[in-house]
């Protein structure tokens, strides 16, 4: 509902875009927008395991990983995301890996990031470092740079344009807030918001005030809980545990380039972990929390549309199957923290019935991958 009517401010995009069909829906406009996104995000991630799967054929390493990856928090908060920002700027994030692969001008890319940043400013932290990751990967296979240095210099001659434009709009939003941002601004928003009856007690007043305030006043108050937000022990079991798999998988993947493959995957761990700075501006926790695990699944599908691929053609080790399958059976009945102090609210026995089709297909892929090693073998 906030848009640039009264002048410009961050976040304001997406209000712009759709204020002529809010105006006329209201509540029930907001709802089919969020409900529309929220779906079309579910499908796409969907797709993009599909493919996944078939490029590392029906790899049992790949299966299990995807199998955490759909039950873990993420997953669920995904729902409760709904009517938020985050789906689009992922949509916009992945239509932008597409490009990339593509070769499709990089300014292309770089638009929709910048667009992103219109919307929200988190795609600075969530995904433009991963779509970057990315790039180098593929400019890796591509180039074959026989230098470090050549390797810098060749990728900034060819992806500037993902850095350069980015970077610009982050900075004018900066800049917007500290030297033009009228403080008349925030009356004209609370006005706006106080017109419609569906918004909460109170949220025409916070909303505006969120969105007035600097990103260094933001840094100012969470800073000193930045480091109690890291090592919160509950978070770094929920998200911490299936990530190592997803960095296993990353480092196998990873290996199969010829060059630079330690700092790669030194990368590839950064950039997983990058969303976590947002503790340092932002109060969302269990929000912060789930974005490592879509970042390191974009991180592993990227990377396989690049041929970076382990096949079916060897038996799992134990190592990596007992652990994967226990975590898995824990997330099943693990209780994913909302936002604003709530909770999930899946009884055991609703979970069970939920996850049954789900174990289900998931034991038949297995077999069929198991079925595969088995044929190569022979």
Same mark, same amino acid.
């Given at each position: 509902?906030? &848009? ?15 204020s002529?069909f ?54 669920v908060?995904? +729902? ?5 920002? &985050? ?9 932008a890996y ?9 300014i ?7 667009? +992103? ?9 969530? +995904? ?6 990315f790039? #180098? ?25 993902? @850095?350069?434009?980015p ?10 807030q500290?030297?033009?941002? &009228? ?32 990103? $260094? ?9 930045f480091? +109690? ?34 700092l ?10 990058a ?8 109060? &969302? ?11 390191a $699944?974009?991180?592993?599908?990227g ?17 990596f ?11 099943? $009945? ?19 019935m939920i ?5 289900? #297909?998931?034991?038949? @892929?297995?077999?069929r991958?198991?079925s ?7």
């Amino acid at each position: 509902m906030i &848009d640039y009517r009264f002048g410009f401010v961050k976040r304001g995009l997406l209000g712009t875009l759709f204020s002529p069909f809010f105006a006329i829906n209201g509540e029930g406009g907001i709802r089919i927008v969020g409900t529309l996104l929220t779906a079309v995000l579910c499908m796409i991630l969907l797709w993009l395991a599909i493919r996944l799967v078939r490029a590392c054929q029906f790899s049992t390493e790949i299966l299990l990983v995807l199998a955490l990856f759909f039950t873990s928090s993420y997953a669920v908060t995904i +729902g409760h995301f709904n009517g938020y920002f &985050d789906h689009v700027l992922m949509l916009l994030t992945i239509c932008a890996y597409f490009l990339l692969k593509s070769d499709r001008p990089i300014i292309f890319s770089a638009l929709l990031i910048g667009v +992103g940043l219109l919307i929200h400013e988190t795609i600075l932290v969530v +995904g433009l470092p991963s779509l970057i990751f990315f790039a #180098l990967v593929r400019y890796m296979k591509i180039a074959e740079p026989n230098s470090f240095g050549s390797l810098i210099l060749g990728f900034w001659r060819k992806y500037k344009w993902l @850095l350069i434009i980015p970077i610009a709009v982050f900075g004018w939003i900066l800049l917007h807030q500290i030297f033009f941002q &009228d403080a008349s601004l925030q009356w004209a928003l609370e006005s706006r918001l106080s017109e419609f009856d569906f918004i909460e007690a109170d949220m025409d007043y916070h909303v505006p005030e969120a969105y007035m305030t600097s990103f $260094f006043t933001y840094i100012e108050s969470n800073a000193p809980r930045f480091v +109690g937000k890291l090592m919160d022990p509950y978070y770094l079991i929920l998200i911490g545990l299936p990530l190592i798999f997803f960095m296993i998988e990353g480092w196998y993947q990873l290996i199969l380039l010829p060059k630079y493959r330690y700092l790669l995957f030194l990368m590839f761990v950064g950039v997983t972990l990058a969303p976590l700075t947002l503790h340092l501006i932002a109060w &969302d926790t269990s929000r912060i929390w789930s974005y490592p695990l879509l970042v390191a $699944f974009l991180g592993v599908w990227g990377m396989s549309e690049l041929g970076l691929v382990r096949t079916s053609a060897h038996k799992i080790s134990p190592r990596f199957f007992i652990p994967a399958v226990t975590i898995l059976l824990l997330q099943f $009945f693990a209780w994913t923290p909302l936002m604003d102090g709530e909770i999930e609210r899946f009884s055991a026995l609703m979970r069970v019935m939920i996850y049954t089709p789900f174990c289900i #297909l998931l034991v038949l @892929l297995l077999n069929r991958s198991s079925s595969s090693v088995q044929s190569t073998k022979q």
